[in-house]
């Protein structure tokens, strides 16, 4: 269908338009509620509204304060025809259609409504007229497309065929609902089903059970039946066991009994036996007790003999060695004297030696003492020490000087002698020496009968004089105190203490020589106390001489023992040679008849060795002495012992005999022999008689047969406690039988299984039905699903494309098999159409009806009238969107009605009309 | 000596796979045929009657079983002599020792509690061999024969007993399996006349003078000739034994094969059950093989669906039965499928045809069969459009 030519007249604010349609896109321009939308609708009103109507629809078109019948008037060409259609309501209401081709018509009135809807239906899709219409404000909404059967047949025509089932597919699911949820779950009958069969399986397994368990009672029943009558028997048969075992221990009785009795006749006769036995023992015993003491009392004797003998000797011995001891002893007594003796002598010798010695140093030491007394003293005399001879000479010199310087000053004699005459100077008499001398003094010469001359000194000067004198002086009064006349008797005098000194020093020497660190008062006092012992020795060694010498004239008296030399043989060997030990003994303290210190030292040696000697012989007599006394004593001992045993053993066998002879009066040894005899034979034969009763007894078997009634009496008590629990087993089984058998099992578990077969029947039918009608819908509906899929893949092509050249190649819709879109991808993000903003969603529907309009073959299409949409605000969208409608309008018939001029101006081969208001 | 010799009332014995209201009544049905072997024996005028064991269905029945047992019998104008099988032993739980029997037995009704000779009436006697477990270990009627001497003169002795016969049980070791030499034997030796047994349900003569009675109504499918009484006379002079069976069962259990390839078959199986009669007590097992198409298949679903309202029991024997259903070029062809309805036939059309030869035998449908039922659904869905 397309319009060609649209005319309104008085409709709403629009006196008179006409809007000629170009074949592609129309833009119609008006002012907002003048006119633009009044196009739409006064061709809506014209297809819907009869002229005759005065509906609200219809008012609302009417002029307003004019009293005139709003009037529409529609050139179209749909099928094959050519038409104009023109209706005015309200006033003066008319309807005219004229059909100019292919066959001229007229009608008017409803026969022209009529008419005119009957070539819309033969020619134009109306469902797919009224979707391709936005009305103003509808846009957000999708038009409904999945029943516009031009589409559809569109569609068709380019997926294939699809066919319409919408009924057998109600029926279908109708059927499925029957036995599915919407969920795909079991419901109802079929739901239920599984549950009872379940159930009822459940109750049919417990009655089975039940049943079975009856069973087992019955047949427990029949087996404790089978036990009872078994125990019954049993039990007779136990108790006749019993008696049988009873019986047979019984007997066992009797048996035991002679058993015993024979044991107990053993057990005497071997008593009686062993009596006899041992009596007779007990009389040879005392035979042979008597003989043994005989033997004893001889052996005793024997041995006293031996004893006394060993005594005799034994005292004999003692003797002898106690003599010998006492001679051992005076030995040893008289060699430890003369080694006494020997050691005085030392001791003498040295004490002479020492006092000796000592007297010496004590004589020294006073004539040092005096000596040094002496010399002490005399220094003492001398006052001339070295400093005063150095003083005086000194002042010697000073006076020399003087005189010298006086001499010089006085006259110089020089005298010499010329003849044998003897010339006297002075007192002194001048010798071959000429006389030199300065005169001091008068000076005369004499030679005798020849002259006499005097020289006298002229006066010296003063000075040198009183000098001289002071020298002098000085010189004189050094000389008076020192008690010399001259400086030479000076130097003499201090020669000699010098000497003196020299002298002291050495007495002092020896004195400390001789002291030797001890005073002269020790030394003398020890002296002293020498003497005193010298003097006691003397008096011991006298007395010793003296006995010595009785001695000597006293011939040896003891016989000394054979090889053990007495003492003074010994130290007589040990003086031989040498003076001997009565030269020793006899030496004479006599000066020249003293003996040497080494004489007296060896003698002293000899006599200690003898001493020794003696004593160990002493000690070895003594003590030999000692063994024989002990030797002694032990033998008397033995003599005393022996004598006492003999004395026991002749007691004990007086005892002997009298028992023996007792024993025998009693009873005689061959009536103990007869009666050992007797004794044994009857031990024997009673033994004999044991035997037999003992093997009697065990051939009776007692342990098997004690055993046999143990055995017989438990089984007796198990029996009879079996017996009882199969009774009482009896009863409880019967009791759970009765109970059973009222129950009526069998019946209600015929009436389960019953129930339970229909229920599975039942399942079974249903659920093969539940399963067809599964398969058959889910078939189905994959089938459809996929028709649907490829019905809408040209749809939805259209809509990508037209939605890439305004959006973006990245531009997607997905499109339900409703041919509704379901979502939008643009940018990467899908978007449910739903959750779209208001703008989105109009743009998507415009889309929708232009890709629909593409679609529909341009003779069954109806035209797009787009009024005023709201969507495209943006410019460049509105740009991209010009571009689709010029390409839309190549094939199908669009217009748009707006109210901004500028707003579709970029659509290329668009016709512009303008409606304006009156 | 005339008598009816009958065994297996399985008094108190019902079938599972009845609904409730047809359980019901076959319960009742088995009471029912009793009171008509009363009905046969005075229309015979037959001396007695002896049951040769499992009486009732199990010592576990509710014990009310007791007293409209004793309801059917008092009809009765003869003694009636009842021998414990292996359902109702002697044992400890047996239901002729329960309070409810003993207290109210009729006079003329005797139980068989031993095997010695029972004079049950003035020139008969009966020799029995009564349970008395569930599993007995020996032949018990060898047994109970064993001291049996010669009748006396003008005296009818019969064997009653219960168990399988040697000659019919495979199981050749079975200890408990009645002798059929020996008891041959006992006859031809003049001891009895006659042996009458129970336990197989179906009446049979395993040898001259040794009968089954079988069960007076059907228990099983399997039986073969349930649902008699047997009317014996013996003329104890010349031991003469002859044998006529009665009818008094109303119930039949049958197993209805048919092979079906057409809409022809379905036709004929629908007529043929059409034709049963008293098809209240009749339960139908289909034993059904063959391939048809999915239209065929409806049509046999709608005549069984109708049938199956009508008979006590209609299923099909899922063992026994193997029908392929596959579509065939007219099926869907004027239910105007196209698009993608067409390609879901076509797809399960491949399915159901897939593996149609390898049937599975577990109880779970097979792919193919699910898609042969999705198919037969497809069929009336789309046909019920329409």
Redesign the interface.
């Known amino acids: 269908m397309r319009l060609v030519r649209v005319t309104l007249r008085n409709f709403r604010g629009v006196e008179e338009a006409t809007v000629t349609f170009a074949e592609g896109v129309t833009v119609v321009v008006g002012p907002n509620e003048t006119g633009k939308s009044s196009i739409a609708e006064a061709i809506r009103l014209l297809r819907t509204t009869k002229s005759s109507a005065r509906s609200q629809a219809v008012r609302n078109v009417q002029p307003v304060g004019r009293d005139v019948g709003p009037e529409a008037e529609i050139e179209l060409q749909t099928g094959p025809y050519d038409l104009v259609y023109r209706k005015r309501w309200l006033s003066r209401p008319i309807a005219e259609l004229d059909v100019r081709a292919p066959v001229p018509q007229q009608l008017s009135g409803d026969d022209a409504h009529q008419r005119f809807d009957a070539i819309l239906a033969e020619t134009v899709d109306v469902d797919l007229w009224n979707a391709l219409e936005v009305i103003q404000g509808q846009a957000l909404d999708q038009p409904s497309l999945a029943h516009i059967s031009a589409l559809q047949q569109a569609l068709d025509d380019s997926a294939g065929?699809?066919?319409?089932?919408d009924?057998?597919m109600a029926?279908?699911d109708t059927?499925y609902e029957h036995y599915f949820t919407p969920g795909g779950k079991p419901r109802g009958d079929y739901a239920t089903a599984a549950a009872t069969i379940a159930e009822l399986q459940a109750r049919a397994a417990a009655l089975r059970a039940r049943?079975a368990e009856?069973?087992r009672?019955?047949?427990e029943?029949?087996t404790n039946?089978q036990e009872f009558s078994r125990l019954s028997a049993l039990e007779v048969e136990t108790q006749a066991r019993l008696e049988r075992s009873e019986k047979a221990v019984r007997a066992l009785d009797s048996l035991r009994s002679e058993l015993t009795r024979t044991e107990d006749a053993v057990h005497t006769a071997e008593t009686g036996h062993l009596q006899a036995v041992r009596d007779l023992s007990a009389r040879q015993s005392l035979a042979d007790d008597l003989r043994g003491r005989s033997e004893a009392v001889e052996k005793a004797h024997v041995r006293l003999e031996a004893a006394t003998t060993a005594h005799d000797a034994a005292g004999r011995a003692a003797e002898e060695a106690r003599s010998a001891a006492a001679t051992a002893a005076d030995r040893a007594t008289e060699a430890r004297r003369a080694k006494d003796d020997a050691a005085e002598r030392v001791a003498r010798h040295r004490d002479l030696a020492e006092r000796d010695a000592l007297a010496h140093r004590v004589r020294r030491a006073r004539d040092a003492g005096t000596a040094q007394a002496r010399a002490h003293a005399e220094c003492a005399s001398i006052p001339v020490d070295d400093a005063v001879l150095a003083s005086l000479t000194e002042l010697a010199t000073t006076l020399r000087v003087a005189e010298g310087a006086r001499d010089a000053a006085a006259t110089r004699l020089s005298i010499r002698a010329l003849g044998p005459q003897q010339v006297r100077v002075g007192d002194e008499v001048l010798s071959e020496q000429p006389y030199v001398a300065a005169v001091l003094g008068e000076t005369r010469v004499v030679v005798e009968g020849v002259i006499d001359v005097v020289v006298s000194p002229g006066t010296p000067p003063a000075d040198l004089d009183r000098r001289v004198d002071d020298a002098r002086e000085a010189f004189e009064a050094a000389l008076r105190t020192s008690g010399t006349e001259s400086l030479e008797s000076a130097r003499v005098a201090h020669e000699r203490r010098r000497a003196a000194a020299a002298r002291r020093d050495a007495a002092q020497t020896t004195l400390a020589d001789a002291l030797d660190g001890a005073t002269l008062d020790e030394l003398e006092v020890r002296l002293a106390s020498l003497e005193v012992r010298l003097a006691s020795l003397e008096v011991r060694l006298a007395s010793l001489e003296q006995r010595l010498s009785a001695r000597e004239h006293q011939p040896e008296a003891s016989p000394a023992v054979a090889g053990d030399p007495g003492p003074e043989a010994a130290v007589a060997a040990a003086a031989a040679g040498d003076p001997g030990p009565e030269a020793a003994a006899t030496a004479d303290p006599r000066p020249g008849a003293v003996p040497s210190r080494e004489d007296l030292d060896l003698t002293y040696a000899v006599a200690r060795e003898a001493a020794a000697e003696a004593d160990a012989a002493a000690e070895r007599a003594r003590t030999a002495h000692e063994v024989a006394r002990d030797t002694l004593a032990t033998a008397a001992e033995t003599v005393v012992r022996a004598q006492q045993a003999l004395d026991g053993a002749a007691h004990e066998l007086e005892g002997a005999t009298a028992r023996l002879g007792a024993a025998r009066d009693e009873r005689s040894d061959d009536s103990l022999e007869e009666a050992v005899a007797v004794a044994s034979a009857s031990r024997e034969a009673s033994q004999t008689a044991r035997q037999a009763a003992r093997a009697a007894w065990e051939a009776a078997s007692p342990e098997t047969l004690a055993m046999e009634l143990d055995n017989a009496r438990a089984l007796v008590v198990r029996v009879d406690a079996e017996l009882d629990t199969a009774a009482a087993r009896r009863v409880e089984?019967?009791t759970l039988?009765e109970d059973?058998?009222?129950?009526?099992?069998?019946?209600a578990l015929?009436e389960v299984?019953?129930a339970?077969?229909?229920a599975q029947?039942t399942y079974?039918r249903t659920h093969?039905?539940a399963?067809?009608?599964h398969?058959?819908r889910a078939?189905?509906r994959?089938?459809?699903d996929?028709?649907?899929r490829q019905y809408v893949a040209p749809f939805k092509e259209r809509i990508d494309r037209m939605g890439q050249v305004v959006f973006g190649a990245d531009f997607q819709v997905t499109v339900g098999t409703d041919l509704a879109i379901e979502s939008r991808t643009l940018g990467g993000r899908t978007v449910p159409f739903g959750s779209l903003s208001g703008g989105a969603r109009e743009q998507l529907g415009v889309l929708g009806r232009l890709a629909c309009a593409q679609l529909v073959a341009a003779d069954k299409g109806a035209p797009v009238i787009l009024d005023d949409t709201m969507g495209f605000a943006d410019p460049d969208r509105l740009e991209q969107l010009a571009v689709v409608l010029n390409d839309v309008g190549r094939t199908a018939q669009v217009v748009l009605l707006t109210c901004q001029p500028t707003r579709f101006a970029s659509v290329g081969n668009a016709r512009t009309a303008r409606l304006v208001a009156s | 000596m005339r008598f009816i010799a009958t065994a297996d009332w399985q008094l108190g014995m019902t079938a599972r796979f009845l609904g409730d209201e047809a359980r019901a009544r076959f319960h009742q049905a088995r009471l029912d045929a009793v009171r008509r072997i009363g009905e046969v024996a005075v229309e015979t005028e037959a001396s007695f009657v002896v049951v040769c064991g499992d009486v009732f269905e199990s010592n576990q029945l509710d014990r009310a079983i007791i007293a409209k047992t004793f309801e059917a019998l008092r009809a009765f104008p003869v003694p009636v002599v009842l021998l414990p099988g292996n359902h109702d032993p002697l044992d400890a739980a047996s239901i002729y020792d329960a309070r409810a029997f003993l207290d109210r037995v009729p006079d003329h009704v005797h139980v068989l509690r031993d095997a010695a000779p029972f004079t049950v009436v003035e020139g008969a006697e009966i020799v029995g061999a009564p349970w008395f477990g569930k599993h007995p270990t020996r032949d018990l009627v060898a047994d109970a024969c064993s001291g049996l001497l010669p009748t006396p003169d003008g005296v009818v002795r019969v064997i009653a007993g219960h168990g399988v016969a040697s000659t019919l049980n495979p199981d050749r070791d079975a200890l408990a399996a009645i002798d059929v030499p020996t008891l041959t034997k006992v006859l031809d030796g003049g001891c009895a006349h006659v042996a009458v047994l129970g336990d197989r349900h179906s009446t049979t003569e395993i040898e001259p003078r040794i009968w089954y009675a079988g069960a007076p109504e059907v228990t099983a499918r399997v039986e073969d000739d349930p649902g008699n009484v047997l009317v014996v006379d013996v003329d104890p002079g010349s031991r003469d034994v002859s044998v006529v069976r009665r009818r008094v069962g109303r119930w039949s259990f049958d197993v209805v094969e048919e092979r079906l390839d057409s809409l022809e078959d379905v036709h004929r199986l629908a007529d043929r059950l059409r034709a049963i009669p008293d098809k209240e007590r009749h339960a139908i097992w289909l034993a059904l093989v063959g391939t048809l198409s999915t239209s065929s298949k409806a049509s046999l679903d709608s005549a069984l669906d109708d049938a199956g309202d009508l008979f006590a029991h209609l299923d099909l024997w899922e063992r026994h039965t193997d029908l392929a259903v596959l579509p065939d070029d007219h099926d869907f062809a004027d239910l105007g499928l196209s698009g993608f309805a067409q390609a879901a036939l076509d797809e399960l059309t491949a399915q159901a045809r897939s593996e149609a030869a390898a049937h599975e035998v577990s109880g779970e449908a097979g792919p193919e069969t699910v898609a042969q039922d999705a198919l037969s659904l497809l069929y009336r869905l789309a046909g019920a459009r329409r």
């Open positions: 065929a699809t066919g319409d089932h009924a057998l029926a279908v059927e049943s009856m069973d009672y019955v047949d029943h029949h039946e089984l019967a039988l059973r058998a009222t129950e009526g099992i069998h019946d015929i299984e019953a339970l077969e229909r029947t079974a093969r039905s399963q067809a009608v398969l058959l078939t189905l994959s089938h459809r996929e028709a649907q």
